[in-house]
């Protein structure tokens, strides 16, 4: 447990922040997630269970489409929280608050019972996040239908998915001591945890009606110039001009040098001299350079340095097992003599088996 209650007394529903203790081992946990409750906030509301398998079942199709690209479109949790937050606003305000009644039922409903609050915010994030990632299984399957020109039925493709799902879940059952309970958590899981919190805080509005003066703008307004601007930044590096992604001013003063192409090539060198404006290409060897300690992305850094900026290129200049027969960097997989790799040379045909020949 993160809070304890020395005392155990509460006022009104919720409970005295001043004999809560936060005990987490963590200096950030403590600084950044509050240990109070308001449990008159409603949270399985029908709101919550509509948005929720629609915003999972979106950001599955387009992290599934984004992910055949070969520059990949990432969607970010954070980016996600936040969207929610017009879509919870829009829905609270659209939809009727009158009860509704279950047909051939006594039992009634309500689908607006209240304003959209943060424990609602925080279940429809949950749902929603869990269809950013992408089943393991499914990245073998079109690699099976586009290099070995096979494929499996729907029924063998269904269960082989849930089956890798599930079994991470497993995994977490089994290590729950050390993966679930233990209060020690990955620095990136804050992320949201500061942003709710900061809502809470310091843009309350979003979560609120708020009066809008004159010659200013109201902050949920303001938050949708952003959100529409960030998004249009991304859009047009990540999908439309791709190019900007990589920038290499060195290929380019030098265009008819191998050497210069090796070292400044973004996409097929070193990328040195080469400019990026397009988050995903800068964060792409780090993941989210803003949600780790310094300590961390030092450490990343002097890896990633050693490893491409050192040993690639002695093992490549030095010609080490032939490397200067193969380009530096490829998505191709070559043979012995520099060819693009037949795989029917070891595999048959028909069936797929070894071809032992």
């Not at 490549?316 to 032939?322: A, D, E, I, Q, R």
């Amino acid at each position: 447990m993160m809070g304890q209650n020395k005392k155990g007394d509460t006022h009104g529903g919720q409970v005295d922040q001043d004999v809560e203790i936060n005990d987490s081992p963590i200096e950030q946990v403590r600084l950044t997630v509050p240990i109070t409750d308001d449990p008159t906030l409603p949270v399985l509301t029908f709101r919550a269970g509509v948005l929720g398998p629609i915003c999972c079942v979106t950001l599955a199709l387009l992290t599934q489409f984004f992910a055949y690209r070969q520059n990949r479109i990432s969607i970010s949790s954070s980016c996600v929280l936040l969207l929610i937050v017009i879509l919870g606003k829009f829905v609270a305000r659209t939809l009727p608050s009158s009860p509704s009644k279950i047909p051939l039922t006594n039992w009634t409903f309500s689908m607006n019972p209240a304003p959209f609050n943060i424990k609602e915010h925080v279940l429809i994030t949950i749902l929603a996040t869990s269809g950013l990632r992408n089943p393991y299984a499914l990245t073998l399957l079109p690699m099976m239908k586009v290099f070995y020109h096979t494929s499996i039925n729907f029924w063998g493709t269904l269960f082989s998915v849930q089956k890798t799902q599930v079994l991470g879940f497993g995994f977490a059952g089994i290590f729950m001591k050390f993966l679930v309970n233990s209060p020690y958590v990955v620095p990136f899981q804050l992320n949201g945890c500061i942003i709710l919190q900061c809502l809470i805080e310091s843009i309350r509005a979003l979560h609120e009606v708020e009066v809008r003066s004159k010659r200013r703008l109201t902050t949920l307004q303001f938050f949708l110039i952003a959100t529409v601007s960030s998004f249009a930044f991304a859009v047009i590096p990540g999908y439309f001009f791709p190019s900007l992604a990589a920038l290499s001013f060195v290929c380019w003063i030098w265009k008819d040098s191998v050497t210069a192409q090796i070292i400044g090539s973004g996409r097929h060198g070193l990328r040195i001299g080469s400019f990026a404006v397009d988050w995903n290409a800068i964060s792409a060897d780090l993941g989210n350079p803003l949600a780790y300690p310094i300590s961390t992305i030092f450490n990343i850094m002097a890896g990633f340095i050693m490893f491409l900026y050192i040993i690639n290129p002695v093992a490549y200049w030095t010609n080490l097992y032939s490397a200067k027969q193969f380009p530096f960097a490829s998505y191709v997989i070559y043979d012995s003599n520099g060819q693009v790799y037949n795989i029917y040379r070891i595999l048959n045909l028909k069936d797929l088996t070894l071809n032992q020949s």
